[in-house]
T-cell receptor, first 116, second 116 residues
Framework: AQKITQTQPGMFVQEKEAVTLDCTYD???????LFWYKQPSSGEMIFLIY??????QNATEGRYSLNFQKARKSANLVISASQLGDSAMYFC?????????????FGQGTELSVKP | DAGVTQSPTHLIKTRGQQVTLRCSPI?????VSWYQQVLGQGPQFIFQ???????GRGNFPDRFSARQFPNYSSELNVNALLLGDSALYLC???????????????FGDGTRLSIL
């Protein structure tokens, strides 16, 4: 069964420094998608970045980049130049194979706190 | 452009009651998914609908049901409420019905349901 593991319940980072949030996944599918979402205390889930299983390049979106290591089944999120507004819960998610309705499987999340 | 809208934002019910949650997707999005997020955990998939047809169902009891209307809005119904149903219920929409490509699911702010 597909599974997402986020082993860091909480992380601290100094403002303006970079931070890496870990995510490992388990699937027997060859085609899948990996997503990162940010959830502030207000509750909304904000899409950050996507990586497809067949993408050869690591995805980047502004200050966010995804360190995709397919053989190790890891998809770590790197946030560069952390800002106070980056303090939030971060969820890694995997989309199952297309014939499963495209549902997302989420990890337990990592709470990031940015210190001034 | 309006994002995914959910109503109500907060709801308090007692055990045994029934509740209906509503969701309006982003304009042009035909796929709507529902997730339950219990405090301290990642969201869990409940249902996906595409053009009024159920495309996926998570591991939830039959007390949970949903439907999608011709305008692509959706309702989630939960009968015989239990204390364990207390959670944030998130609705997400996308253009993608089967999980092809890199189309993310865009989430609403959620409905916080409390069962007394």
């Amino acid at each position: 069964a597909q599974k997402i593991t986020q082993t860091q319940p909480g992380m601290f980072v100094q403002e303006k420094e970079a931070v890496t949030l870990d995510c490992t996944y388990d699937t027997s599918d060859q085609s899948y998608g990996l997503f990162w979402y940010k959830q502030p205390s207000s509750g909304e889930m904000i899409f950050l970045i996507y990586q497809g299983s067949y993408d050869e390049q690591n995805a980047t979106e502004g200050r966010y980049s995804l360190n995709f290591q397919k053989a190790r089944k890891s998809a770590n999120l790197v946030i560069s130049a952390s800002q106070l507004g980056d303090s939030a819960m971060y969820f890694c998610a995997m989309r199952e194979a297309y014939n499963q309705g495209g549902k997302l499987i989420f990890g337990q999340g990592t709470e990031l706190s940015v210190k001034p | 452009d309006a994002g995914v809208t959910q109503s109500p934002t907060h709801l308090i019910k007692t055990r045994g009651q029934q509740v209906t949650l509503r969701c309006s997707p982003i304009s042009g999005h035909k796929s709507v998914s529902w997730y339950q997020q219990v405090l301290g955990q990642g969201p869990q998939f409940i249902f996906q609908y595409y053009e009024k047809e159920e495309r996926g169902r998570g591991n939830f009891p039959d007390r949970f049901s949903a439907r999608q209307f011709p305008n692509y809005s959706s309702e989630l119904n939960v009968n015989a409420l239990l204390l364990g149903d207390s959670a944030l219920y998130l609705c997400a929409s996308s253009t993608d019905d089967r999980g092809h490509g890199n189309q993310p699911q865009h989430f609403g702010d959620g409905t916080r349901l409390s069962i007394l």
